[in-house]
């Protein structure tokens, strides 16, 4: 992409992500690596790519985000809602595009320079510097990443705004859950998934320089597209784009757990979609809780006297060697009077953060469509390397 216009159109962004809050100062650094590694490209395409996801995504972040503020609750104890995004939510969604832009730029510089080296009027296939039909998965990739993480976003953003109460999707009875569950899906979420992937893929078929009739035959041309193919290009991405959000669900609802505030039954969401801490309790009957038990029984023969006794009660309490009243006990528990916890899991494994999931989500997604794409052309999947390492 020509400097004159990758230069201030990423100004422009990092002013507008600060002015509206949007990311936060470190969010707004990476979104400016980020911008770097896509604006080298010669192509137009990647660049673009990622300045309609960033104003869609924060577009549909805002919408009703005062309602969405009262549907689930912060990790801090305020209302819910979408804040700024850190550095580490946009490296999540953008990181795989990156890593495949610069690959694929790597790929056209060198095709520029084998062409260079030529005769006038050869044309390897391997050398296109257009969109050729039959190859460039790269490309495939950078446009599933973003086509994915897209219809994730508006699903997430938009699909809480539902009248109907989401169903979790790895749940076998499709059972209701809160608003906000990690793997809850509704109709209305699932539509808005939709349409987040078709703004990606609409933008990416008007930027992409499909090879034609006019390219065919010249030097750096390629193999030119039917419309029959654009067609099928275009509707596989955009279904492709769908999926994604899909799996997002179902490895949210898997991979994830979800907090869920006793008090109000609202979902509690941790700031830059990091994990909420819930403090474990052990079972009074189990093997760690009589075990804890006997080393503070052990203590007190010992003569430790009255802290043995508290650290006991304690013990009895929370099922810990602690004393749960201590400033320095980290792991003090927020419950109510009665010691009932008044956060607790309602669905999901705490494997992963929401980050996490959604890096995993984009990077499954852009891999398989480009598996897709090798299956469907007859492409090598080791094409995606540099002509060193592949070989």
Known sequence: MKPII???????LCYRAYSRNSLTPTGIFAAALTAVAHA??????????LVVFFLAATRATHVKENVKATLTL??????????????????????????????????????????????????????SLCFSWGGDLLVVGIIANYAA?????????????????PRLITSPTLRKVPRGTNGGVTLFGLGAGLLG?????TAAAVMLPFCNGQTAGKLGGGLPWSNDERRTLILGLTAWGFMGSVLDSILGGLLQATVKDVRTGKVVEGEGGTRVLVAA????????HFSTRADVKAALLHGEGH????????????????????????????????????????????????????????????????????????????SVLPAGIAS
């Open 6 to 12: 990758a230069v201030p159109a990423t100004l422009l």
């Open 40 to 49: 080298v490209h010669p192509w137009n395409l990647p660049f673009a790519l």
């Open 74 to 127: 912060h990790s801090k104890g305020s209302s819910g809602g979408e804040g700024p995004r850190t550095h580490v939510q946009v490296l999540a969604n953008s990181l795989t595009a990156s890593v495949l832009s610069l690959l694929h730029a790597y790929q056209m510089h060198a095709r520029q320079r084998e062409l260079l080296a030529s005769p006038l009027g050869s044309n390897p296939a391997s050398s």
């Open 149 to 165: 993480v897209a219809a994730d976003t508006f699903s997430s953003e938009l699909g809480i705004l539902s009248k109907d109460q």
């Open 197 to 201: 992937s078709i703004i990606i893929v």
């Open 281 to 288: 309790r052990s079972k009074p009957h189990s093997a760690e």
């Open 307 to 382: 802290d043995a006794v508290e650290k006991l009660d304690s013990a009895v309490d929370e099922g810990e060697g602690v004393d749960k009243y201590d400033a320095r006990n980290k792991n003090r528990r927020s419950s109510f009077g009665d010691e009932k916890p008044s956060r607790v899991v309602e669905n999901g494994r705490d494997l992963l953060d929401n980050n996490q999931v959604n890096f995993l989500m984009a990077f499954t997604m852009s891999i398989g469509a480009m598996a897709v794409g090798s299956w469907y052309w007859g492409v090598p999947l080791s």
